[in-house]
């Protein structure tokens, strides 16, 4: 009897996008881990898993934190010379699977965590070659086409435990100072954005001050101490599944002291920011033709 050998292969930034706008959640990476192994037991002997997506987004220690769960994070830049490239992520996870046909060849089996049309091509090529394909994903985001190259499929539907409140019990002590820092860089954005959503006001954190970790923990403060309203926009670039948004709550009193009177009134005459964009906001259909990864109407 031939021994099974099977690679997992992750497609982490539709994965991610799937949790956070469908259920307004983040991916529980020790959990998904856990799930992965445990659907590759079936068919075999688990020899690892690869995660695709751009990794210089989101929170520092992303990768660290993946590697310790088992997840092997394979950075992928999608922005070249100030262009967009959204299938550079399937491109490099199809290039890294043909390879292992050559440079792997007790790989057997391959599970394809995700749902992405472009792989019909390389379950092709895999099949050609004598592999064994399996897939798993969300229902309603997987397309028949791919449930009916592979072999088996898995549903995470069910799975709840992949994922995790987005707001959780804050760990670290956060300083007024660190709130602050909140303030500031919210207030700007709601002046300039149709509305803010939460993994656009991380990002945009990040990038302002790349030496301070922990803005996940200072949010969920944030959050729990009233400063931050949270609340659901349409997302005009997928209108089934709405983005989580923040704003600032302008009568809490850290609010209030950090900002003054005059950066106050400039929040009251901002839009009615529960309605998200409308059809005669300019900027709104600006910002919701670059995608919600690119602009204003933020992340989920």
């Not at 259920?23 to 799930?35: A, M, N």
């Not at 028949?144 to 435990?161: C, G, P, Q, V």
């Not at 760990?171 to 919210?186: A, F, K, R, T, Y």
């Not at 709550?249 to 106050?264: C, D, I, M």
Request: hydrophobic share 35%.
């Amino acid at each position: 009897m031939v021994e099974r050998n099977i690679l997992a292969w992750v497609h982490w930034e539709q994965l991610g996008d799937i949790v956070h706008r469908g259920v307004g959640k983040e991916l529980d990476f020790d959990q998904l881990s856990r799930v992965i192994k445990e659907i590759c037991s079936l068919q075999g002997h688990w020899c690892g898993t690869v995660a695709y997506g751009d990794f210089d987004r989101g929170d520092y220690g992303l990768q660290t934190r993946l590697l310790q769960v088992g997840i092997q994070p394979r950075h992928v830049a999608v922005r070249e010379a100030g262009e967009l490239h959204r299938d550079a992520i399937t491109l490099e996870l199809s290039l890294d699977v043909l390879e292992t046909i050559h440079t792997y060849p007790h790989v057997t089996d391959h599970l394809f965590v995700g749902g992405d049309l472009s792989w019909v091509p390389i379950f092709r090529r895999l099949t050609q070659h004598g592999k064994h394909i399996h897939l798993c994903g969300f229902q309603s985001y997987t397309h028949r086409i791919l449930r009916d190259w592979a072999e088996t499929f898995t549903a995470l539907d069910h799975r709840e435990e992949i994922a995790r409140d987005r707001f959780r019990e804050t760990g670290p002590q956060v300083s007024d100072g660190d709130l602050e820092q909140v303030i500031h860089v919210l207030a700007g954005m709601q002046q300039r954005l149709p509305f803010v959503g939460f993994g656009l006001l991380q990002r945009e954190l990040t990038r302002r001050y790349p030496y301070r970790f922990g803005f996940e923990d200072i949010l969920n403060a944030a959050k729990n101490e009233g400063i931050l309203d949270v609340y659901k926009v349409p997302n005009p670039n997928n209108p089934d599944f709405p983005t989580t948004a923040v704003r600032l709550n302008r009568e809490h009193p850290l609010v209030r002291s950090t900002l003054g009177a005059e950066s106050l009134d400039s929040l009251d005459e901002l839009r009615d920011l529960d309605n998200g964009p409308g059809e005669g906001d300019e900027d709104a259909e600006t910002y919701s033709e670059a995608g919600p990864r690119e602009t204003g109407t933020g992340e989920g």
